[in-house]
Nanobody, 128 residues
Framework: QVQLLESGGGLVQAGGSLRLSCAAS????????MGWFRQAPGREREFVTA????????YYADSVKGRFTIARDNAENTMYLQMNSLKPEDTAVYYC?????????????????????WGQGTQVTVSS
């Protein structure tokens, strides 16, 4: 089992940057594929980005491609989301998620139902 804790959210002006972190408990972090999802008020949760266990494959939603970068440090049991050129429509609660798997595949890791563990979320607010 793994516990996830997000940090790094906050208020930023449009065009600014934030870096989110997701710290994972346990000793098997490197066995988990990880993802970031977000949910804005009145909207369904949506996929943002995902990374395979080794970091060898990454996947992005079209809306964030070229602006967001996902990374992981297996030695530190931490995943990161670097968000640049933020827009007001990026405002949401951001959740990290984990699935113990060595599988890759865009459809699989873009699907929220794939993930077994979720963090509490961190608020990101982008002002115009």
């Amino acid at each position: 089992q793994v516990q996830l804790l997000e940090s790094g959210g906050g208020l930023v002006q449009a065009g600014g940057s934030l870096r989110l972190s997701c710290a994972a408990s346990g000793r098997t972090f490197s066995s988990y594929a990880m993802g970031w999802f977000r949910q804005a008020p009145g909207r369904e949760r949506e996929f943002v980005t995902a990374i395979t266990w080794s970091g060898g494959n990454t996947y992005y939603a079209d809306s964030v491609k070229g602006r967001f970068t996902i990374a992981r440090d297996n030695a530190e049991n931490t995943m990161y989301l670097q968000m640049n050129s933020l827009k007001p429509e990026d405002t949401a609660v951001y959740y990290c998620s984990a699935k113990r798997t060595f599988l890759s595949g865009s459809d699989y890791l873009r699907n929220g139902a794939t993930y077994d563990y979720w963090g509490q979320g961190t608020q990101v607010t982008v002002s115009s």
